[in-house]
């Protein structure tokens, strides 16, 4: 599929990814990125260097295929609502050391709150297995490794047992013996903190897999009649929210339009963060042989890592190709003037 050629007015980062849609129509995704550095002035300036990401970034690059995701991919056709995602650490002010700490990511209606340890491991206590009190750090990656969840594979005789929503976390065992002297979860709900082995709600704040869930229930009916009729497209009862990377709290009830409040706590070595997103608008033109037709531009990711002082917002439109496709003679981005 020929890529449309791009005119960019702006000095945003613009990508132009050929796509197709659900019914076989040949697309064009057209992605927006900025990258912003807060002053300590509570300014954030534009730091021109967004890269549109066409992969998943893991935590750990050399293990890809077992890692959690840090940074998503930004190559997805849809999102129903606007992602928020942190790829951080926990840690105090002035990276003193500390054993337990209380973390707050809020942008507009999104809030999320996290009780952050230093290690721990489980241990046979007098009233049974429990964790041993945690033991000093200065940061902590908020990874979902670092969450409750994981895989027990132990009983090849069986199918492995599995905490769907973080099978990459900690805790999850057959046996309870077996967790004896292995690490605990050192990311977990304030309010609901993790004492013993049991359920336990997966809790963090960074971006979760496609195979996960509530993911994998929202990728469609993928069975042998789909693979007869419709692969590659995608199924017909793929649900839209499959797009959405953040973990259900995290997720937006709508898109963020930019001017938000956002308050960071414990994830900076300078302190708390507290600033408005960017009241930023853009506008996507498809020029064709036939006349001007605006797409819609939605802002459906934020992405921050506050130990950096930065924040990445990402958004997306979509241009549906002509037959010819010649007859789009070019896609124009703008950024609008807000008033």
Same mark, same amino acid.
């Given at each position: ?21 659900g019914?076989g ?48 991919a930004?190559t ?51 009233? *049974? ?9 200065v ?9 409750? *969840? ?96 953040a ?6 009830? *709508? ?30 033109l ?33 241009? *549906? ?19």
């Amino acid at each position: 599929m020929d890529v449309p050629d791009l005119f960019n007015a702006t000095t945003a980062t613009v990508a132009v990814v050929p796509r197709i849609a659900g019914d076989g129509r040949p697309l064009a995704l057209v992605v927006i990125k900025e990258r912003f550095y807060l002053a300590p002035n509570r300014r954030l300036s534009r730091m021109g260097d967004a890269e549109v990401r066409y992969t998943d970034e893991p935590w750990d690059p050399e293990n890809p295929a077992t890692s959690s995701t840090r940074r998503p991919a930004d190559t997805c056709i849809h999102k129903p609502s606007t992602d928020v995602l942190v790829a951080g650490y926990a840690m105090l002010p002035g990276r003193r050391p500390v054993s337990s700490l209380d973390v707050l990511v809020e942008v507009g209606p999104v809030s999320r709150a996290l009780r952050v340890t230093g290690p721990r491991v489980w241990y046979e206590g007098a009233a *049974g297995l429990t964790l041993t009190e945690p033991e000093p750090f200065v940061e902590v990656p908020l990874q979902w490794e670092l969450a409750w *969840g994981g895989t027990d594979a132990s009983d090849e005789s069986q199918p492995p047992l599995e905490e769907a929503r973080n099978p990459v976390g900690r805790g999850v065992a057959r046996r309870a013996d077996s967790l004896v002297h292995r690490a605990g979860p050192q990311i977990e709900d304030p309010a609901a903190p993790i004492t013993e082995v049991g359920r336990h709600e997966p809790w963090g704040v960074a971006p979760i897999a496609r195979h996960w869930s509530p993911r994998r229930a929202w990728a469609g009916t993928m069975d042998t009649a789909w693979m007869r009729s419709r692969m590659p497209l995608p199924p017909l009862d793929l649900d839209p929210r499959f797009e959405q990377v953040a973990t259900p709290p995290m997720v937006a009830p *709508g898109y963020l339009r930019g001017g938000e409040r956002v308050r960071l706590h414990h994830l900076c070595a300078d302190g708390a963060l507290e600033f408005e997103l960017p009241r930023m608008q853009f506008s996507v033109l498809a020029r064709r042989d036939d006349g001007d037709a605006p797409a819609a531009v939605v802002l459906d990711t934020v992405l921050l890592e506050p130990h950096e002082r930065v924040v990445e917002l990402t958004w997306r439109a979509l241009v *549906g190709l002509p037959r010819p496709a010649r007859r789009l003679i070019e896609i124009r981005v703008d950024e609008k003037e807000l008033r």
